[in-house]
């Protein structure tokens, strides 16, 4: 009976899926690096849950999340191809492709995450999502990310001078390994897919992100130090293929455009409240939070990465623009 029953239950399913993605005559395979229930996965859901609703089910999402669709740098250049459509990624992958992204991925050029919100919501974030097209993407909207600080197994970093010779992972980008060297470490760029091992066998002393993905990513169970440094605020951002939306008409683009914007406003949410809750999860589990720290010499080590990645016309006026963003 109990049998029977499960394989009624699954044939309902079935059922239910394909008359649902009958019902579509699109379907955009979305890509996320995190879990299910993560923000960023949730949010992209929600854009495809407002787009069906306004296409009359036409046009769907899929969201296939915790990097079924690969790491971050291969989706970027699938999604160029149209193999993937949408693409939630951090800003930071993009930077050796897209120019403008550089600006927002610098340590410290925010003042924090409203200061953040005032840029990205501004003509600065259209600007900068414009920059995507001429590479084959068409940016779609700008996800919160909180701000990044360093992690690690081997001690409390309570100032740069404990930093030194120290490995840490970086994302797969030039500013942030002269971050790193910046600071007197050997930066190790890597997939994020890798971190958990390579801390876990030493390969790295640590890495560097936010409350949710040190959380998710189980990184805090290998490394027992976490310092509030803040060094990055880099926004994520979602990215459709050219190849993809130009197979759409203008209303259906529009109606992609809009949808993605409306799913900001549920994103920021569900960012806040996982950043507590991450980071209840983190400190009960006992990690040590490094609170008291002086982020000026942080901040004065920065000047080298700005010289050396901040040389074009653009990016001068882009960077000096953010900074006058009250
Ligand atoms: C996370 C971000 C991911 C990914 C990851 C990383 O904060 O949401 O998109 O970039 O960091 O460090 O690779």
């Known amino acids: 009976m109990k049998v029977l029953?499960?394989?009624?239950?699954?044939?309902?399913?079935?059922?239910?899926?394909?008359?649902a993605s009958l019902a579509c005559d699109v379907t955009l395979k979305s890509s996320d690096t995190?879990?299910?229930?993560y923000p960023t996965v949730e949010a992209v859901?929600?854009?495809?849950?407002?787009?069906e609703e306004r296409t009359d089910g036409r046009i769907c999402v899929e969201v296939f999340h915790s990097a079924q669709l690969g790491e971050e740098k291969d989706t970027i250049e699938q999604t160029k191809f149209g193999v993937i459509d949408l693409n939630r990624v951090s800003m930071g992958p993009f930077n050796n492709l897209v120019e403008e992204t550089k600006v927002v991925s610098l340590p410290y050029v925010f003042k924090g995450v409203d200061h953040m919100h005032k840029v990205m919501d501004g003509p600065?974030?259209?600007?900068?999502?414009?920059?995507?097209?001429?590479?084959g993407y068409v940016g779609l909207a700008f996800y919160d990310s909180g701000s990044r600080s360093f992690y690690n197994k081997v001690k409390p970093i309570k100032s740069i001078e404990d930093l030194e010779g120290m490995k840490v992972r970086v994302m797969q980008s030039d500013i942030f390994v002269d971050m790193m060297?910046?600071?007197?470490?050997?930066?190790?760029?890597m997939p994020y897919g890798e971190v958990y091992s390579s801390i876990q066998t030493g390969v790295i002393d640590g890495a560097e992100n936010n409350w949710p993905s040190f959380e998710s990513s189980g990184h805090y169970e290998v490394a027992g130090y976490y310092t509030l440094d803040e060094h990055l605020i880099v926004p994520e951002?979602?990215?459709m293929s050219k190849k993809s939306w130009d197979a759409l008409s203008p209303e259906d683009q529009a109606a992609v455009r809009q949808a993605a914007r409306d799913s900001v406003p549920f994103m920021r949410e569900q960012w806040q409240a996982r950043e507590k809750a991450s980071e209840e999860k983190v400190r009960a589990a006992g990690v040590e939070v490094i609170t008291e720290i002086d982020k000026e010499p942080f901040m004065a080590a920065m000047d080298s990465v700005y010289e050396k990645h901040?040389?074009?016309?653009?990016?001068?006026?882009?960077?000096?623009?953010?900074?006058?963003?009250?």
Not at 5 to 19: F, G, I, P, W
Not at 181 to 189: D, E, H, R, Y
């Open 181 to 189: 060297s910046a600071l007197g470490a050997n930066a190790t760029p």
């Open 34 to 37: 995190h879990p299910d229930g």
């Open 310 to 326: 901040v040389t074009s016309d653009k990016l001068k006026d882009l960077v000096s623009r953010i900074r006058a963003t009250e």
């Open 124 to 135: 600065i974030g259209d600007e900068i999502l414009a920059a995507f097209e001429p590479h």
């Open 5 to 19: 029953k499960s394989l009624a239950a699954s044939l309902l399913a079935t059922a239910a899926l394909t008359s």
């Open 237 to 239: 951002v979602l990215i």
């Open 45 to 51: 859901k929600q854009m495809g849950k407002l787009l």
